[in-house]
């Protein structure tokens, strides 16, 4: 059974920084690409980054320079390091995974930035 569980969110102010992790199982996490979504309240999700089997990475434009994606085959997490958080970083950060050819999605962690 392919499970992917997020946490680390929270509470921060503008400028602050976070880092969230997502734990995969079912998988052989290795050979996956894995992929942090966000969706803030009225909108729609969006990816915000992604890291392949080999590492090469992605991100949303509004998000570079900002926010860095990694992985740790050993222990079979994904991490999102968010730097300089502003306020509309705001919403629930989901990750996810591709698995014959089925999406898995985690339950999210919100992550509020506010002053």
């Known amino acids: 059974q392919v499970q992917v569980v997020e946490s680390g969110g929270g509470l921060v102010q503008p400028g602050g920084s976070l880092r969230l992790s997502c734990a995969a199982s079912g998988i052989i996490f290795s050979i996956y690409t894995m992929e942090w979504y966000r969706q803030a309240p009225g909108k729609q999700r969006e990816l915000v980054a992604r890291?392949?089997?080999?590492?090469?990475?992605d991100y949303l434009e509004s998000v570079k320079g900002r926010f860095t994606i990694s992985r740790d085959n050993a222990k079979r997490t994904m991490y999102l390091q968010m730097n300089s958080l502003k306020v509309e970083d705001t919403a629930v950060y989901y990750c996810r995974t591709i698995y014959a050819r089925v999406s898995y999605w985690g339950q999210g962690t919100q992550v509020a930035v506010s002053s």
């Open positions: 890291i392949s089997s080999s590492g090469s990475t």
